[in-house]
């Protein structure tokens, strides 16, 4: 099971009635039998020849089949394809060889590129499997073989309220996120026609993070509008930019990023609109940073986002790049562009994928990474906060161990 729900994001955005944790409706999104549906994995274990099992999860993200990613996952095909395809390319290769058995797995099919779920999935247990095979946690095999720097420092956390959108800030702030709250911008409800609704709202979150908060805790203000900027105020970068501007000015003092402010319906027209709007910002209010995610999926795309400027972070969202490895690569290059590198992912993730995630994040020195699975804030702060204390402990174990001998 996944850590949340698969909602259909166009049948959302058409503004279908919600009733409790439902949406009334049809959906829209092919694969889609309700607008809402349970999340789903399918785990895939690697047997070492001592006995060992090595797991990983092939899980999508809450909207699937959107902004240019797989269709809605499911778990029948995926696991008929991993029995036919992954496990004879496996069987009886060495599992310290991390890359080496990368290559090979994730090789085409019929000149077509692997399910990006299986590439989730297959990549953590290969991780694992080189893990357990070399004595080493994850993070350290990635280091190894991509030739980093072990890390010593923890990446930020940033936490996602849900619809509960007033309750869980009261729960981020008081466990000192370092990055709050998301915010679940979705609807008109929560953004209002001209905009006042939202401000209304970062208005409080700054207020009540001073009213709860420890002495000098001052968290990053992150908000995801899923498009609602361009939709309500309008597609144009320069009057989008100024809304922006006016969001600044409502939280002063405040560190602001602003993800996916507008969608404009193709990874070419995002680019194009995203680097005009990330000119303007710097010119009217050089403390925001546009956060991109929507089109940015793959390997490929978070490149080519990088190269055009069209972000100041890049969301670097681990089950839609697919294969862990070519998430380091997406972090690596992100900040090789001085352009920041958030390892995100989804909600409807598992314990599983999360902490093999922060592994990776951690490894490759992310500048933010995403507590996750759920929207409960508590279980993704506790899932990824806690196995990045675990890592970094046992890194900084190791190293003292060897400096006594």
């Known amino acids: 099971m996944g850590g949340f729900f698969y909602d259909d994001q166009k049948a959302i955005r058409s503004g279908v009635d919600r009733d409790g944790f439902v949406y009334r409706g049809d959906p829209q999104t092919p694969g889609f039998e309700n607008i809402r549906i349970p999340g789903a994995a399918l785990g895939i274990g690697f047997m070492l020849s001592d006995g060992t099992t090595a797991w990983g999860d092939a ?136 905009g006042e609704v ?59 990023n602003v993800e996916c402010p507008a969608d404009y319906g193709s990874l070419d027209a995002q680019l194009d609109a995203y680097a005009d709007i990330v000119e303007q910002v710097d010119q009217l209010c050089p403390s925001v ?36 490895l070519d998430t380091v690569r997406a972090i690596r290059y992100a900040k090789s562009a001085d352009i920041g590198a958030y390892s995100g992912g989804s909600c409807a993730e598992t314990d599983l994928s999360a902490r093999a995630c922060v592994h990776v994040a951690v490894a490759s020195a992310a500048s933010m990474m995403l507590a996750k699975p759920g929207m409960g804030v508590d279980e993704g702060i506790a899932i990824v906060g806690n196995e990045q204390s675990r890592l970094l402990a046992t890194i900084r174990s190791r190293q003292q161990s060897e400096l006594a001998e």
């Not at 001073?210 to 203000?221: D, F, S, W």
Request: proline content about 6%; charged content about 25%.
């Open 289 to 324: 940073r546009i956060v991109a995610d929507e089109y940015c999926n793959t390997l490929s795309d978070v490149e080519r986002f990088c190269d055009a400027r069209a972000a100041h972070i890049i969301q670097i969202k681990t089950p839609d790049v697919g294969n862990l």
């Open 59 to 194: 899980v999508s993200v809450q909207y699937s089949g959107t902004a240019g990613r797989d269709p809605l996952f499911d778990p029948v095909i995926i696991e008929e394809l991993v029995r036919q395809v992954i496990a004879p390319r496996i069987v009886g290769r060495a599992a310290p060889d991390l890359i080496g058995n990368t290559e090979a797995v994730m090789a085409y099919v019929d000149g077509a590129r692997l399910p990006i779920a299986v590439e989730y999935g297959v990549s953590q247990a290969l991780l694992r499997a080189a893990a357990i095979a070399r004595n080493l946690t994850m993070a350290e095999v990635i280091c190894a073989d991509f030739g980093l720097t072990l890390p010593c420092l923890p990446i930020p956390l940033f936490a996602q309220s849900g619809d509960d959108r007033y309750l869980n800030v009261d729960k981020m702030i008081l466990k000192s996120v370092d990055i709050l709250p998301h915010g679940l911008i979705n609807s008109r409800e929560k953004f209002g026609r001209a």
């Open 198 to 256: 939202f401000l209304e709202y970062a208005r409080w979150v700054a207020a009540r993070t001073q009213e709860i908060g420890r002495p000098g805790y001052r968290p990053v203000l992150h908000f995801d509008f899923y498009g609602w900027i361009g939709i309500e105020i309008g597609q144009e970068p320069s009057d989008i930019a100024r809304y922006i501007a006016r969001i600044a000015e409502a939280v002063p003092g405040f560190e602001l």
